[in-house]
């Protein structure tokens, strides 16, 4: 059974394909693994078995009666708990929703089981995507796979932990400030933020509908971006969705070539009180790209620096608007609904009950933000920073196809140093916020360890609004040069799989 755990996504589509091995088998063998890990790691908040089982079973007859099969049908994914599911609960890892099951699929979760990927269960995360850390879940605290007393990032945690303790080939994700990008480089994976647009929000638990993008997590760039083609896409259903093709993104990550592409670098993004390992392994990786034929350049972003201000603001404005329609009488929890209280009163005392604190701080910032009088000077000022952020993104790549920066400033920190301290937490996101304020396309690929802890560094790669491709051609080209150097990184993790 290890030995199905241990090939990518791509291999395992392949093998299902030409029947060395039947998606049931590949299945089960991922369902017992997190039977075996997942009460170490915490990664899962629904696993159903029978499930999971029924949706193998359906892609082994389709094999069986000559249909022919995409590259990950039969495949197990690891799905977050924001995507609606219909025959699974959706919770967004709140007691709000405790128990909910949605009438309906989101778009990428329909398009999952269209492509025939198997949805092992639903994955734990940073109650309403609000954090960095998956602390914020109203469940559990789910764990690092590299050290058990880290955090996997956030806000898809559970995600990142699932692909990383090998209980899934494959997760899903989604990046409203770095939700993919920032858990994907403290697990050692890859996770990409494509294109805003370019994958649908139908069906998401929204938090910040002008930033919430899902992307995928993987072990390697290929498996990435086969989950990527499979679930994005035009879709009529979501109003902010592009009407274009999906970015070649499986040629760019089989190519991987980058001799003569131009790679600029983020003075703003590279500060010098990062932690000196990520720094180490992200300069040692310029020079590697060197050494491939790309052009590295040094360049400003003088609006980057006010990203993560700008950010707090319209995130949380968002979120206040969109949580309001958890009112106690639509959905989930309802409290103190015994006859003699107003529609109000049970309003208030179910959002009091059912939203934890970092959620009532982002709906009383966004609140405030929005309010008559603070309006322009908080929110308007915000969407003034955001343009220029784009302006600073549109002047970049005149010059240079891809910008590149470490993923995050610091490796995965201990469990419970920054959750009583919200500032310290933000900061997670200081390299990764940008892009989503632009809408661009950006991604995340390991690159090496940090020598001070052993912790996986991730090298963060931005490129234009639908030149996705470009950033899985060079994360590609740093995973083939670093696997050379030194091996399969993920192989060194304490919960790796190994063939
Ligand atoms: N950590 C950021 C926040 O707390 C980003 C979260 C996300 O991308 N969903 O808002």
């Keep these: 059974m290890s030995d199905v755990i241990s090939l990518t996504a791509a291999q395992l589509g392949a093998a299902i394909r030409d029947g060395q091995v039947s ?12 039977e075996a890990v997942d009460g170490e790691i915490n990664a899962f908040l629904h696993v159903r078995r029978e499930t999971a089982l029924e949706q193998a079973r359906a892609v082994d007859a389709r094999r069986a009666a000559g249909e022919a099969l ?5 495949v197990p994914v690891a799905h977050k708990d924001v995507f609606s599911t219909r025959d699974m609960p959706t919770t967004a890892a ?14 990428v ?7 025939g990927l198997v949805i092992l269960g639903k994955t734990n995360m940073d109650e309403f995507a609000m954090g960095s850390s998956t602390e914020n879940s109203a469940y559990q605290v789910t764990r690092n796979p590299w050290d058990t007393d880290r955090i996997p990032g956030g806000s898809s945690g559970g995600s990142s932990a699932a692909v990383a303790a090998f209980e899934a080939p494959l997760a899903t994700g989604t990046d409203t400030g770095g939700s993919i990008r920032q858990p994907a480089a403290v697990c050692g994976l890859v996770g990409a933020k494509p294109t805003y647009g370019g994958s649908s929000r139908y069906g998401i638990i929204a938090f910040a509908s002008s930033l919430d993008t899902p992307g995928p997590f993987a072990r390697n760039v290929l498996d990435a971006a086969l989950l990527h083609e499979a679930f994005s896409g035009h879709d009529p259903r979501d109003s902010t969705s592009i009407d ?12 991987g070539d980058i001799d003569g592409l131009r790679v600029g670098v983020v003075r703003e993004l590279d500060s010098d009180g990062f932690q000196a390992g990520v720094r180490q392994r992200f300069h040692e990786t310029l020079e590697l790209l060197e050494s491939l034929g790309a052009k590295i350049v040094e360049l400003s972003c003088p609006s980057f620096d006010a990203a993560l201000s700008a950010y707090y603001l319209i995130a949380p404005s968002e979120c206040s608007s969109n949580l309001a329609r958890f009112d106690a009488m639509r959905y989930g929890l309802r409290v103190g609904d015994d006859g003699t209280r107003s529609a109000e009163e049970v309003m208030s005392l179910t959002r009091a009950q059912g939203f934890g604190p970092e959620v009532k701080r982002r709906i009383m910032l966004g609140t405030y933000a929005l309010s008559s009088g603070y309006y322009d000077a908080y929110y ?16 970049a790549f005149e010059s240079v ?10 490796t995965a920190f201990p469990i419970g140093e920054r959750a009583e301290d919200p500032m310290a937490m933000y900061l997670a996101d200081l390299c990764t916020i940008p892009s989503n304020l632009a809408g661009n396309a950006s991604l995340s690929v390991p690159c090496g360890l940090a020598p001070e802890d052993g912790l996986p560094v991730g090298f963060q790669i931005m490129a234009p609004a639908l030149a996705d491709d470009r950033t899985y051609r060079v994360a590609a080209a740093v995973e083939r040069a670093l696997s050379e150097r030194d091996g399969d990184l993920l192989a060194r993790s304490p919960y790796a799989v190994n063939a």
């Design 23 to 34: 998606s049931e088998e590949a299945t089960t063998a991922y369902l017992d693994r997190i």
């Design 70 to 74: 995409g590259p990950l049908a039969g």
């Design 380 to 395: 308007g000022s915000a969407q003034q920073v955001r343009t220029l952020i784009k302006r600073d993104f549109d002047a």
């Design 401 to 410: 196809d891809v910008l590149v920066s470490p993923t995050t400033p610091t």
């Design 244 to 255: 274009a093709p999906v970015p070649p993104v499986v040629d760019a990550a089989r190519l």
């Design 94 to 107: 709140s007691r709000i929703l405790e128990g909910w099951q949605p009438p309906y699929d989101a778009t």
């Design 109 to 115: 979760t329909a398009r999952l089981r269209e492509a």
